[in-house]
Each structure stands twice: as structure tokens, then as C-alpha cells.
T-cell receptor, first 114, second 114 residues
Framework: KAGVTQTPRYLIKTRGQQVTLSCSPISGHRSVSWYQQTPGQGLQFLFEYFSETQRNKGNFPGRFSGRQFSNSRSEMNVSTLELGDSALYLC?????????????FGPGTRLLVL | DQQVKQNSPSLSVQEGRISILNCDYTNSMFDYFLWYKKYPAEGPTFLISISSIKDKNEDGRFTVFLNKSAKHLSLHIVPSQPGDSAVYFCAASARTGANSKLTFGKGITLSVRP
């Protein structure tokens, strides 16, 4: 089985712009979660999508949003970029069974905001 | 409030010896624990997990121990190999309802000396 894929791998944007990141989960997985990794805060949960619906949400401002398509692929959007949004954005997939389970991560998208 | 703590930022061990990585948690609702290994510029790779109904889980060179009363878990790597050098993250989730959110510790950098 192919693993979780994320595109693009690297991105440079300027303050005020918006960005869209894409994630394709492992085949058969219906849950996609997004995480932000920064040196200061570590890995922090952004949100989770399951069957095209946001099921869980972390403590991030509304500038961070996402969606999931019927094929389980997910996109994350950040509007009005700030310097502090520079981070590694990771997506993880799992089957999404209600009891929760192991999440498998993609390689991440490295975003640099100038 | 940091609910998952990895208090030692780094650990250095000799090749062939045992590596013991520790993790503490404060949220008594956590009932599923995972260890991930991460290389720079890559996504976390799942290593091993343990449910709160167990106190030990073993997979090859990796063993995770859970002490629920102390809210403490540890990852043992025996024997340690230079390729094990990476950042190790402890993560936890509360498998209530549809909650798939993982809460991560800050990570421990393991260096295995040849």
C-alpha cells in the first residue's frame, strides 16, 4: 500500500498571502488529521476530517481551515499568512474507527512565510 | 498545560546497549499511547503502541511499558543501533467517542554512538 502523500513538499509565501496544502491518505483510510510542528510548540493538532466532515478541532485561529473530499483526500488552507505560520505541516491518516487508533503520517509540507 | 511530557530533551547511548526513553502524562482520560520516530524534514514514523488495558507491548527490539498508576510510559530499545538515532515522540489519545486527536510530547533526541 502506498503511504500518506502530501503536496507540495516545500512552499515559500509572503505575509498576507494564503496557501493550500494537500494530503492523500492511505487507501481505505477515511480519517485525515492535520498537525503543525514548530521548534517551540512541538507537534500540535489542527483538525481532523472524517467522511467529509470536521470531527475534531484544535486550538488554532479561524485562518486555518480544511476540507475533505469524497475520495478522502484532504486540503488545508491558511489565509492571511503570518510569520509565525512558518512550520512543518503534517497530515496523518487512519481508518477512523470511533475508538481511535494508530495514525500514519505523511512526509509533511515545509512552509516558510517571509 | 502540557499533558504529555518528555522531560529529557536528549539521550546518548552506546551501540548495543539499551535505550530507555521516558514519557509522563497528566490526563487520566488517555487510554492509548504511541511512540513515533522522526528524522529531520520527514514525517513521524509509527513505532509501537499500547492500550491502557495492557502494561507491556513488544515488537522486535522495541518494548513499551505502561504504568497507569504513575501515569508513566517508557520505550526500551534493545540493542540500540546507530540507525536508531532520531527524535522520538510519545503521543496519547483518549479513545472516547470519535476523538482521534493525538497529544504529543516535545520529543527526545536519541543519539546512538558506534
Amino acid at each position: 500500500k502506498a503511504g500518506v502523500t502530501q503536496t507540495p513538499r516545500y512552499l515559500i509565501k509572503t505575509r498576507g498571502q494564503q496557501v493550500t496544502l494537500s494530503c492523500s491518505p492511505i487507501s481505505g483510510h477515511r480519517s485525515v488529521s492535520w498537525y503543525q510542528q514548530t521548534p517551540g510548540q512541538g507537534l500540535q493538532f489542527l483538525f481532523e476530517y472524517f467522511s467529509e466532515t470536521q470531527r475534531n478541532k484544535g486550538n488554532f485561529p479561524g485562518r486555518f481551515s480544511g476540507r475533505q473530499f469524497s475520495n478522502s483526500r484532504s486540503e488545508m488552507n491558511v489565509s492571511t499568512l503570518e510569520l509565525g505560520d512558518s512550520a512543518l505541516y503534517l497530515c496523518a491518516s487512519s481508518s477512523g474507527r470511533p475508538s481511535g487508533e494508530t495514525q500514519y503520517f505523511g512526509p509533511g509540507t515545509r512552509l516558510l512565510v517571509l | 498545560d502540557q499533558q504529555v511530557k518528555q522531560n529529557s530533551p536528549s539521550l546518548s547511548v552506546q551501540e548495543g546497549r539499551i535505550s530507555i526513553l521516558n514519557c509522563d502524562y497528566t490526563n487520566s482520560m488517555f487510554d492509548y499511547f504511541l511512540w513515533y520516530k522522526k528524522y529531520p524534514a520527514e514525517g513521524p514514523t509509527f513505532l509501537i503502541s499500547i492500550s491502557s488495558i495492557k502494561d507491556k507491548n513488544e515488537d522486535g527490539r522495541f518494548t513499551v511499558f505502561l504504568n497507569k498508576s504513575a501515569k508513566h510510559l517508557s520505550l526500551h530499545i534493545v540493542p540500540s543501533q546507530p540507525g536508531d538515532s532520531a527524535v522520538y515522540f510519545c503521543a496519547a489519545s483518549a479513545r472516547t467517542g470519535a476523538n482521534s486527536k493525538l497529544t504529543f510530547g516535545k520529543g527526545i533526541t536519541l543519539s546512538v554512538r558506534p
